[in-house]
Nanobody
């Protein structure tokens, strides 16, 4: 019943910016704590960023701190990942994750629901 739909991926040059979006349906959005994960070719899926139900608490992987910002708009049932100063090593499939069982998850938390993923490719 719960569905996560992602958008915003694409091919960009190093140093460029992208904003990913993930819209959640099937349940009241404010009940979900949200996160972004990514998986590069040949690598394991890794945590990127997380945000609490209210948006008051956020967390980031060291690799994206200072460059990525996670935010949410509960009125639009959408979580965003603003990615600035993109590097080739950011190239990955980015997945949106959600869970209605906790206020906040973060790195290591096993999220219940997942989106289909959106490809981000950073050249150079």
């Amino acid at each position: 019943q719960v569905q996560l739909v992602e958008s915003g991926g694409g091919v960009v040059q190093a140093g460029d910016s992208l904003r990913l979006s993930c819209t959640t349906s099937g349940r009241t959005f404010s009940v979900f704590t949200m996160a972004w994960f990514r998986q590069a070719p040949g690598k394991e899926r890794e945590f990127a960023a997380a945000i609490s139900r209210s948006g008051r608490t956020t967390g980031y992987a060291d690799s994206v701190k200072g460059r990525f910002t996670i935010s949410r708009d509960n009125a639009r049932s959408t979580v965003y990942l603003q990615m600035n100063s993109l590097k080739p090593e950011d190239t990955a499939v980015y997945y949106c994750a959600a869970d209605n069982r906790a206020y906040y998850g973060g790195e290591g938390y096993e999220y219940l629901y997942w989106g289909q993923g959106t490809q981000v490719t950073v050249s150079s």
